[in-house]
């Protein structure tokens, strides 16, 4: 039985889909990238992304981690949302990357 997952973001405004910046909040997006435990594409898929190889790998409590980009015609959220285990929710938080 899988057992309940505690999910953290922190996250920070960014650029709008009509702004300069725009592009590279996508590109920081791209270069962090991200991944779970498991992967349903089949081994490789996103394994050598930062925040795979540094915190995925680096933690073995973690379930998953990804850089996220959310745009709006009038605003952005740029942020790192990742899931463990309700007793390593501090420990998360704490992972310093």
Not at 13 to 36: I, M, P
Not at 47 to 55: E, F, I, N
Request: aromatic content about 14%; overall charge negative; charged content about 10%.
């Amino acid at each position: 039985m899988r057992q309940t997952q505690a999910h953290v973001i922190i996250a920070f405004n960014s650029a709008a889909v009509v702004e300069e910046d725009f592009f590279a909040f996508c590109t920081l997006q791209t270069l962090l990238g991200g991944g779970g435990s498991f992967s349903a594409g089949g081994p490789g898929k996103g394994m050598y992304s930062r925040l795979y190889a540094d915190v995925l790998g680096g933690y073995s409590w973690t379930e998953s981690v990804e850089a996220m980009h959310v745009t709006y015609q009038d605003s952005g959220l740029f942020g790192i949302y990742g899931t463990a285990p309700p007793r390593h929710l501090f420990a998360m938080m704490q992972v310093r990357y």
